[in-house]
């Protein structure tokens, strides 16, 4: 077990260093709720999907914040700490948990505002909201720890491009019959939330251990003059 002492250390160093980004994001996000909301943009469902959509900055709040240590030489120096590297891990993961309450929190109001039949639990909105911020930020994390900037930009992102082009053909071509209507149905069945729910705990207890594992080996073999993980 890392030392917590280290791990609050940690964090509170990477919390105080977000804070001006993060109320930069927050202030960029309320602009663009506000420009969309004047083109008319004003539904429940429009709002929520503008609130998605900005939320991938936070989300990458946190993975942006390794690249920028691995240029600054500030990753190296952390290394050269007497800390664990599991401790760096879990203060970054923690940061990127406490960085999307601010949105979660947001869907969970704004699902407050959808009319019936599509009214949905606060609660539970939020806490989906949040576990799929939460699992996104980390995957980054793993990502942008385990390989440089550069290595991304090319094959890997016309690969992602691609899956994201062709993801929903291929899904309809699964499964022909699931329509946006027909996908808006299941969502609102009594045991929908339930099944989200454990889907979203299974995928973050086994694909945030997998980014542990990966982040931690990264930044314990880390070397700023090779680039080697």
């Avoid at 429009?46 to 989300?59: E, F, P």
């Avoid at 949905?120 to 699992?135: D, Q, S, Y």
Wanted: aromatic residues 8%.
């Amino acid at each position: 077990m890392p030392d917590l002492e280290h791990v609050r250390s940690l964090l509170k160093l990477e919390l105080r260093r977000q804070r001006p980004l993060l109320l930069r994001m927050v202030g960029m996000s309320a602009m663009t709720a506000a420009i969309f909301f004047m083109l008319g943009k004003r539904s429940p469902a429009d709002q929520l999907a503008i609130l998605l959509g900005t939320s991938l900055g936070i989300v990458a709040l946190v993975p942006a914040g390794i690249t920028r240590d691995k240029m600054e030489g500030t990753l190296e120096f952390l290394i050269g700490l007497p800390v664990e590297p599991r401790a760096i891990v879990i203060s970054r993961f923690i940061a990127t948990a406490l960085t999307a309450i601010p949105w979660a929190v947001l869907a969970g109001f704004l699902a407050l505002t959808f009319p019936p039949p599509f009214q949905m639990n606060p609660i539970g909105v939020c806490i989906l909201a949040w576990m799929l911020f939460v699992l996104l930020g980390i995957c980054g994390i793993a990502v942008m720890t385990r390989f440089e900037l550069e290595s991304l930009v090319g094959a890997p992102l016309i690969a992602m491009l691609i899956v994201f082009g062709l993801g929903p053909r291929l899904v309809h071509a699964v499964a022909p019959g699931l329509t946006a209507k027909s996908l808006l149905v299941l969502l609102f069945q009594p045991y929908a939330p339930i099944v989200i729910a454990f889907a979203m705990i299974a995928a973050i207890a086994g694909v945030g251990t997998l980014a542990f594992v990966v982040t931690e080996r990264a930044i314990a073999t880390y070397r700023r003059d090779s680039g080697v993980h």
